[in-house]
């Protein structure tokens, strides 16, 4: 809508100005830069980044994910960030990503690695929190929303420059032994957390 979110909440990132060396068209094909960029949406007058983001409470931006990341669940298309945006909402969660991994029974199921506020749980504490986030997810977007999986961790796998290594999220929770190249991974030693 290209209304502004409040503290705590989460959407679209766009930008309202322009910043020296922003794109400015797509070679030979002016019409398709001005649908991606600046969709009919914003009213044509928002440059849309093509990432979801949400205000934390001090007013910082944090970057979720990509907005285009789509799962398909029983027929219903989901994007990962609507369902990031859902659990970071939960006052126990500091980050969330989600990813997608194969299901027999509804083609993907919902996969979500966690960063909690809190010290990571175990046991039956954990098990607690991962059905009072799957209900929250149910609440807030859904049943057909709610993660088959959550996985806690103290950290998200992430680049030294604070991106978040979905490929390996994705790896993960298909089960698959990590093989890809981990150099530019911060802490690698976080994996073994998720698996």
């Known amino acids: 809508t290209g209304r502004s979110v409040g503290r705590g909440k989460g959407g679209i990132l766009v930008i309202k100005r322009p910043w020296p060396a922003m794109l400015r068209t797509i070679w030979g094909d002016p019409e398709r830069y001005k649908k991606t960029y600046y969709p009919d949406d914003f009213q044509g007058k928002l440059y849309l980044a093509g990432d979801g983001a949400s205000f ?21 298309r989901l994007g990962t960030m609507e369902i990031e945006s859902a659990l970071v909402a ?5 980050e969330a990503a989600v990813v997608g991994r194969p299901d027999d029974l509804t083609g993907e199921a919902v996969v979500a690695f966690v960063v909690l506020k809190q010290a990571r749980p175990a046991g039956d504490e954990a098990k607690n929190i991962v059905k009072e986030l799957q209900d929250w997810v149910g609440k807030e977007i859904g049943p057909i929303a709610k993660p088959k999986d959550i996985r806690f961790g103290d950290n998200l796998p992430k680049t030294r420059s604070g991106k978040i290594m979905r490929r390996l999220l994705r790896s993960i929770a298909k089960g698959e032994e990590i093989t890809q190249d981990v150099t530019t991974l911060e802490n690698p030693a976080i994996l073994k957390q998720f698996a």
Do not use: K
């Open 56 to 76: 934390d409470e001090d007013g910082y931006i944090r970057i979720m994910g990509r907005i285009d990341d789509v799962l398909n669940v029983s027929g219903h």
């Open 90 to 94: 939960n006052t126990r969660v500091a």
